[in-house]
């Protein structure tokens, strides 16, 4: 079982580039959510997607744009890098109204932008 | 808004020894879901125990337990006979029944010494 699925793994950009983070998950989850990490900020929320071709943005979603095209795969797009998106980047997903079930993480994508 | 607040920024504790993680939270909502989740250094994102906001009754999972005390908004996690691997960051969170968004504490970076 694959569950979320993130790629790349390690990205290395350099200012004003663009790059789209991709995720996918084989669940069949309804909702999917990015999130990026920061030392000493725990994870925050970027954008969600409550269903195929439905998007909110979270709590920190200026710089970022993010597609749902269908129900497995959700990415999130940089258009133009800043320094001050160097973090770890999160993908998750989780079945829409089980709240208590956790919602399944990937493995994160560390990207630096120089 | 809900805010989830984790004042331990480290901890350590004794391999065989019992370690408790504090976490408070702030909603004026009646109905949600709490979790621990574990980040170990892979990154993985790992739920350890998950709270529903109605029962009473703590959550036990094998050597974790938390106490939750929904009057003071606080739901601790105790990890009883420490091991080397409970090595990680541990993250608080929390989730409103209906909206799927978890919102996470800053994290407690966990040291268990031989």
């Known amino acids: 079982n694959a569950g979320v699925t993130q790629t790349p793994k390690f990205q290395v950009l350099k200012t004003g580039q663009s790059m789209t983070l991709q995720c996918a998950q084989d669940?069949?989850?309804?909702?999917m959510y990015w999130y990026r990490q920061d030392p000493g900020m725990g994870l925050r929320l970027i954008y969600y997607s409550a269903s195929e071709g439905t998007t909110d943005k979270g709590e920190v979603p200026n710089g970022y744009n993010v597609s749902r095209l269908n129900k497995r795969e959700f990415s999130l797009r940089l258009e133009s890098a800043a320094p001050s998106q160097t973090s770890v980047y999160f993908c998750?997903?989780?079945?829409?109204?089980?709240?208590?079930?956790?919602?399944?993480f990937g493995d994160g994508t560390r990207l630096s932008i120089l | 808004a809900q805010t989830v607040t984790q004042s331990q920024p480290e901890m350590s504790v004794q391999e065989a020894e019992t370690v408790t993680l504090s976490c408070t939270y702030d909603?004026?909502?009646?109905?949600?879901?709490l979790f621990w989740y574990k980040q170990p250094p892979s990154r993985q994102m790992i739920l350890v125990i998950r709270?529903?906001?109605?029962?009473?009754q703590n959550a036990t999972e094998n050597r974790f337990s938390v106490n939750f005390q929904k009057a003071a908004k606080s739901f601790s996690l105790k990890i009883s006979d420490s091991q080397l691997g409970d090595t990680a960051m541990y993250f608080c969170?929390?989730?409103?029944?209906?909206?799927?968004?978890?919102?996470f504490g800053t994290g407690t970076r966990l040291q268990v010494f031989p």
């Open positions: 998750a997903s989780i079945i829409l109204g089980t709240a208590n079930q956790p919602q399944h």
């Open positions: 669940m069949n989850h309804n909702s």
């Open positions: 969170a929390f989730m409103l029944i209906n909206t799927d968004k978890l919102i």
């Open positions: 709270q529903e906001a109605y029962k009473q």
């Open positions: 909603t004026s909502e009646n109905n949600y879901y």
